[in-house]
Every structure is written in C-alpha cells, then in structure tokens.
C-alpha cells in the first residue's frame, strides 16, 4: 500500500468494514487487476530471464498460466495451513474437533460442553465467546503465555505516533521504523517489567488460578514473541457492558483474561495431553476432561514451507527462512533478498505493509530499471 496515504481523519482504531472499503476503493483508484477466490497451484522460473510461469486456479475451475517479471508471496503469518496437532485417539473421538480457522461463532454450539486447547489470542477470544452465550468451556493451558492488557500497553507502547493528536500516519511510520532491533530489545526489557507492574493485579489473579505466564525471551515480553514465534502472547481488551447508554457506572469488564481469573473460564494447566477417548481428553497424570466439541486455538504452520510448496522442485531448496531474526537481529526474508532472484515475501501487520510495500516496490523498480547496484546482507 504505498501510494496512498491512510486518510488523516480515521480514528486509532478503524472499524473493519471502514478499512474493508478502503482498500476497495485503493484497488479501483490504482486500476490494480484483484482475482479473489483463485488459487496459486504451482510456480516455476526461467533460468535465463528469471521470469516466472505462475499457475491459477479460478473460482470457476478454469486454469491461468501467467509470466510476471516478479512475483510477491503475501500469504500470512503461518501461510494460512492451521498447524492441528495429532494425538492418539482422535479418530475414535464422538465428538467433535475443530481447528479455530474452522470456527465461526459460539451460538453454533449451544448445549455442548466445550474443550478449547491453547491460550494466546485465538484461545482466549473463543473461550470468552462461549462463555458470554452460556457455554460450558475449558481453557487447556499447554505452555506459559505472554499477557499484557491494551489498556495499559498501547499508550506506552504506540501512545507517542499511533493516538489522536499524533503525528501524521507517514511520519509515524518512519520513526517507528527507523529504531534498530538491538535497541528496541533493550528497550523492550524496561517496557516489559512496566507494563507487568501496570497489570499486576491481573497477573496476580491469573496465576492465583493457576495459569502460567512469562515475562518472553530474556525478557522482551512482546518483542521477541512476536518476532520469532509470531505467537505465544495474549493482548487483553476490556470490553464494556452497558446496562443503559447513560448508565456510565453499569459497565462490566468482561475481558477474557479477566474471566479466567475469575474463574468463569474454566483453566486447565496442571498436566499435558495424553490421548482422546470416545467422550473425552485424558491427561498425563490421570485427569480427564469430558467434551461435545473441541476446539484447537493452536495457531498456524511455516510460512516458508507454504512458499516452498508452490515452487517447482528446483526452486525448493533455495528459499530461504521466512520470518524470525537473523544475526543483526533483521527480519528474515521479507521485503529483502529470498534467495531466489525477483522473488519477495510481504507478511505482517498493517503497520508493516505501510513501512515496507514501498521499500520492495523500489526494489522491483531498480532492477527492472537495470540500477540496483549490489545488495547487503550478513556477512557480506
């Protein structure tokens, strides 16, 4: 998205469907060709020229072979594959098993009593989504997580560029850009132990239920979970409910990590998975758990492999890692050299996609343009 800027008058928080009509109207007013619903089968280059055969599947069945100059993977976090782990037993299970991508709304499941395993941000918003229609569930903690509320955090952490009365979105982005990884590290280590003083009483009542949190890696907090793991963190929002629009005082924080430490999403922590029976979830040591309906909020897989598996066989063995930090602490792959000429990934936030489209997209120019010039990178 680098050629139109974010409208100056959008508030902090865009509602979906503002930004769904945005990009929308940036499509049309930039006469971009978008094929939705069509699927990238395979891709293959040409040795010679390094232009790319790239084969599409349409909604209606019907097969494209296009030859772009570059070609530019924006798959995701994880490559939208949900990572489902495997234990013995599931096959024999009654009920039934879903992963969160599968998941669209709590009133589809009334009645049943409800197993959801995983506890960072798709764990914690579905629990809180059964447990606000009336359902019976069961948060399965596998691993310590990471929480920190917005309502503490996002003034400290984006108050200064991303608020009203901020700068403009472009400046924003260049300053917050413009920090080096080593120094947002260090920084993030003083963050952190803020932000948990902040939120003690939370945290406090979390692990009084006996869920595991972490401070992250060495430390860091968000910071390096979300630049290695792309997981393992929990946001909290403190939703708001009004008995009456006027009614200020009636408001009820009805946030998901406040629920669990209150016990109203029931938290199971004490043992790991050891196999499904035909009605329920058997642990290691001994307890079990019955279920109608369980619910896996285990995130997604490797988005390289989801770029590896569309490149033909020759090309495989040349991609390189796909998000994480190298050496110097910069991104892996993205918006830089994959290894495989005029071949880029874009993955991220919308914050990231603003920072970085134009970056790759002059990338793209320089070399169509014969000016590139030679490329940095560690150890060079």
């Not at 579905?126 to 920190?148: C, E, K, L």
């Not at 590290?185 to 945290?203: F, G, N, P, Q």
């Not at 009636?250 to 009605?279: C, W």
């Not at 970085?356 to 560690?378: C, D, N, T, W």
């Amino acid at each position: 998205m680098p050629y139109i800027p974010f409208p100056p008058s959008w508030p902090v928080y865009t509602p979906a469907q503002k930004l769904a009509d945005w990009l929308e109207s940036y499509a049309q007013s930039l006469e971009l060709n978008v094929w939705t619903s069509s699927v990238v089968l395979k891709a293959s280059q040409d040795a010679s020229t390094n232009h790319w055969s790239v084969t599409v599947k349409r909604v209606d069945g019907s097969e494209r072979i296009l030859h772009p100059h570059h070609l530019v993977f924006a798959v995701g976090l994880g490559g939208g594959v949900p990572n489902m782990p495997v234990y013995p037993g599931m096959d024999g299970f009654e009920g039934r098993i879903l992963h969160s991508s599968q998941y669209s709304k709590a009133t589809d499941h009334v009645g049943k009593k409800v197993i959801v395993i995983g506890a960072c941000n798709s764990g914690h918003d579905i629990s809180a989504d059964f447990y606000h229609h009336g359902i019976d569930v069961t948060m399965v903690q596998r691993g310590p997580t990471y929480v920190m509320t917005r309502k503490n955090s996002a003034p400290v952490l984006f108050g200064a560029l991303y608020s009203e009365g901020a700068p403009p979105t472009d400046i924003a982005d260049r300053i917050m850009a413009s920090f080096p990884n080593k120094l947002v590290k260090l920084m993030s280590k003083r963050l952190t132990k803020h932000l948990a003083e902040a939120d003690s009483e939370l945290l406090d009542g979390l692990r009084r239920r006996g869920f595991k949190l972490t401070m992250g890696e060495d430390g860091t907090g968000f910071f390096l979970l979300v630049w290695e793991k792309g997981g393992g963190f929990y946001i909290g929002v403190h939703y708001f409910r009004f008995t009456q629009l006027t009614d200020i005082k009636a408001k009820i924080d009805v946030g998901a990590s406040q629920l669990i430490a209150d016990g109203k999403i029931k938290l199971k922590s004490d043992s790991l998975i050891e196999r499904f029976t035909k009605t329920s979830i058997k642990f290691q040591n001994g307890s079990e758990l019955s279920a109608d309906l369980v619910v896996f909020a285990t995130g997604f897989g490797d988005q390289t492999e989801s770029v590896r598996k569309i490149l033909d066989d020759e090309l495989k063995g040349k991609c390189k890692r796909i998000w994480g930090l190298d050496e110097e602490l910069e991104m892996c792959g993205l918006w830089r050299d994959l290894g495989i000429p005029h071949l880029w990934s874009m993955m991220g936030n919308l914050a990231l996609g603003r920072y970085y489209s134009k970056h790759l997209a002059l990338q793209i120019k320089a070399i169509e343009e014969k000016v590139f010039g030679s490329r940095y990178g560690p150890g060079v």
